[in-house]
């Protein structure tokens, strides 16, 4: 199976994170010194993919502009011979990112309808923007090479708590088939009642082929959530067509919310040649509490 696009939707409204997204896209809220859509496509990029479609929404421009290249900025700093800066700036202008706006927040279901055309009759990649992945493999080519192997969908999952579980779409069925790979049954979005032991979240990596359009379309729109849900699509997907799960090796950030957010720009912080070191310091003398023989 060869994946060479992927589709990465960032239409949502971002309220967790208002006032700042009333006027800004969430997307591009920043872990330091990226913005948070950046990280997903070198993630994406560093995963062997060719062809990337952002599904965006009102007050998303500048998302685009963002990836887009800045003529000014680039002669600025060419002339003051700041060649660092300017290959920074650089690394972010790409050309085979297309853009699609999303006109109604119906849901991720309706999100990834707008990727059709752009998809054709290939699979593809499906990554969230809410959620960075830190891992030696890249999380997308974790997901990727499990869907080649068994030339089927795919999704990426990891366990949680059933505190947690409630605010993710959760594998409720499953058999194994080997390894850490599982054939799905069955799937609820956001359930009010968990009890799982554990609960396996999907964490926002997907390969789904063609057929999720179809899918989407015949399940229409979730009566409790009032929107599109691709949980309910993969649900229909899974009664003729297999669906298969594996486990996410690696450290995940949910950053659509604030907390997952602020840990996530540490933990990157931490690891950055500019402030690690003093960052370190920052957290052993301000914000770990001290024995009080050492105060």
Request: charged letters at 25%; proline letters at 5%.
């Amino acid at each position: 199976m060869t994946i060479k696009k992927a589709v990465i939707p960032a239409a949502g409204l971002g309220t967790r994170f208002l006032p700042i997204t009333k006027a800004t896209a969430k997307e591009m809220l920043p872990l330091m010194d990226k913005p948070v859509i950046q990280f997903i496509v070198e993630e994406v990029l560093a995963s062997g993919i060719e062809e990337i479609l952002i599904v965006t929404g009102r007050n998303k421009r500048s998302i685009e502009d963002h990836f887009d290249s800045n003529y000014e900025l680039e002669q600025n700093l060419t002339e003051k011979g700041k060649e660092d800066l300017l290959e920074m700036v650089q690394s972010s202008t790409l050309h085979n990112i297309q853009f699609k706006r999303q006109h109604y927040p119906k849901g991720l279901g309706d999100a990834i309808l707008q990727a059709k055309s752009f998809v054709g009759d290939e699979p593809f990649l499906l990554t969230l923007g809410d959620n960075i992945m830190v891992s030696d493999k890249p999380a997308s080519k974790q997901v990727m090479e499990i869907a080649d192997r068994y030339q089927a969908t795919a999704i990426l999952t990891q366990a949680v708590s059933n505190q947690e579980a409630k605010h993710y779409g959760i594998v409720d069925e499953a058999s194994a088939r080997s390894g850490d790979v599982y054939d799905i049954s069955g799937l609820v979005e956001k359930p009010t009642d968990p009890d799982y032991d554990p609960a396996m979240a999907i964490c926002g990596r997907y390969v789904l082929t063609p057929d999720i359009f179809s899918a989407i379309e015949a399940v229409g729109v979730n009566p409790q959530s009032g929107e599109i849900e691709l949980t309910d699509a993969l649900n229909l997907l899974a009664k003729d067509h297999p669906v298969l799960s594996t486990h996410f090796h690696g450290q995940w950030y949910e950053v659509g919310e604030p907390l997952g957010l602020i840990e996530a720009s540490i933990q990157y912080a931490l690891h950055h040649g500019e402030t690690s070191q003093g960052l370190n310091d920052y957290l052993k003398q301000e914000v770990i509490p001290r024995p009080k023989a050492e105060k």
